[in-house]
């Protein structure tokens, strides 16, 4: 099996007025990822996806990083990615250069896997097809009840755990807090999401408050780079501290683990590296006691890719499934997720077991050239 060519599908979709969520971004109008599909001399192709600013995702995958990987054995992931590391580490050790060789890699994996006829979490040592999975969303409501009332849907719909987004103010949050662990009941669990809009002093207020609360963990108080306060929150709070979706590579996280700056490690293979540096990032995590719980926003691919990297960790807890109403996430594959008792049960097909509908993917499909549309961040776009 020889690389026959790779090329990168940028998706856009947009919200309807009444389905916008809002948050500390603004108003959420549109989400956007990249695809990169590769194909081989012998037939099967390869999948993955990554999200960043998909013109520059194109200009790596398809004009810099093509034409050294047409012709190689795409099974051969660890001398892939090294290469791939040497190629881009020049321009890019960490943000979209991390990211969009990561999509290559993953679609690397899963062509391994469909070589070798098994599951890609099996070739990474997994002897489980199931890991728990939480609902992503309960994003800021001017009304509490109505939190808590999605909150209650979402449990309804197979998740025992969901992730909030703080970050509105010290009564807002509290009370949005409340209001969904009572509507989910004594055996649901909440994360929370500071969406970075914390100061050390305020996010050790909420981090007291959210003691006595059964929260999972409080994730991203602080800005990505400000170690020193995550170690310094780490100190004051029995809360646990979760980070890693603004992270980058392997030696990216070595610094955070190393730091002992938080508590679980949230390595997303569409955006620090691919599996290849998810799985070290998840192996360094377990030599240092810390847990793993892959972020995973943008796309199902990304969902099924992070599925199988954490179901091969003694030390990952559950992978995030974007309940915003996110066709990317609930169509992209065809059928909705499967996930049941608050479960996501990965097939047993050879590598990530997965087929893009390909309505989907043509319904969506941004064409080239086109401009992103105004306010675009990441995999959304605010007003």
């Not at 998740?159 to 909030?164: A, Q, Y």
């Not at 981090?207 to 995550?230: G, N, Q, T």
């Not at 590579?249 to 293979?269: K, M, N, P, S, T």
């Not at 599925?307 to 169509?331: C, K, M, R, W």
């Amino acid at each position: 099996m020889k690389i026959r060519d790779i090329a990168v599908t940028t998706l856009l979709f947009e919200y309807d007025e009444t389905d916008r969520f809002q948050y500390a971004g603004g108003v959420c109008t549109h989400r956007v990822t990249s695809l990169v599909q590769v194909f081989t001399d012998t037939g099967p192709v390869g999948i993955g996806s990554t999200y960043s600013h998909p013109d520059l995702v194109r200009v790596i995958v398809e004009d810099h990083l093509r034409p050294f990987l047409v012709g190689r054995d795409p099974t051969d992931t660890v001398a892939l990615w090294t290469e791939m590391d040497g190629l881009t580490r020049w321009y890019g050790r960490k943000g979209v250069a991390l990211s969009a060789a990561g999509a290559l890699d993953v679609a690397f994996w899963d062509l391994r896997g469909k070589a070798a006829g098994k599951p890609v979490r099996e070739l990474l040592g997994s002897r489980t097809s199931t890991i728990p999975a939480y609902a992503s969303a309960l994003l800021w409501k001017d009304d509490i009840g109505e939190l808590a009332a999605e909150a209650a849907r979402h449990r309804d719909e197979g998740f025992v755990r969901m992730k909030m987004r703080l970050g509105r103010g010290v009564d807002y949050d509290l009370a949005a807090v409340d209001a969904v662990l009572s509507a989910i009941g004594p055996e649901g669990e909440v994360m929370v999401d500071g969406s970075m809009r914390y100061d050390l002093e305020s996010a050790a207020a909420l981090a007291r408050e959210l003691e006595s609360r059964r929260v999972l963990w409080f994730e991203e108080p602080f800005l990505p780079d400000h170690i020193d306060d995550f170690r310094a929150l780490k100190a004051r709070t029995t809360t646990p501290l979760a980070a890693g979706e603004n992270e980058f590579g392997y030696h990216g996280f070595r610094e955070l683990i190393r730091a002992d700056a938080i508590d679980v490690v949230q390595a997303d293979v569409s955006r620090c590296g691919g599996i290849t540096e998810a799985f070290a990032v998840g192996k360094l995590a377990a030599d240092h006691s810390k847990r793993v719980a892959p972020h995973s926003w943008s796309d199902a691919v990304a969902v099924i890719a992070n599925a199988h990297y954490a179901a091969a960790l003694d030390n990952a807890i559950t992978v995030e499934v974007d309940q915003t109403g996110n066709p990317f996430v609930d169509s992209l594959l065809g059928d909705r997720l499967p996930i049941r008792d608050g479960l996501l049960h990965l097939n047993d097909e050879p590598g990530l077991g997965i087929t893009l509908d390909q309505d989907i993917v043509d319904r969506f499909t941004l064409p080239r050239g086109t401009p992103l549309p105004p306010g675009s961040y990441s995999d959304m776009a605010f007003k």
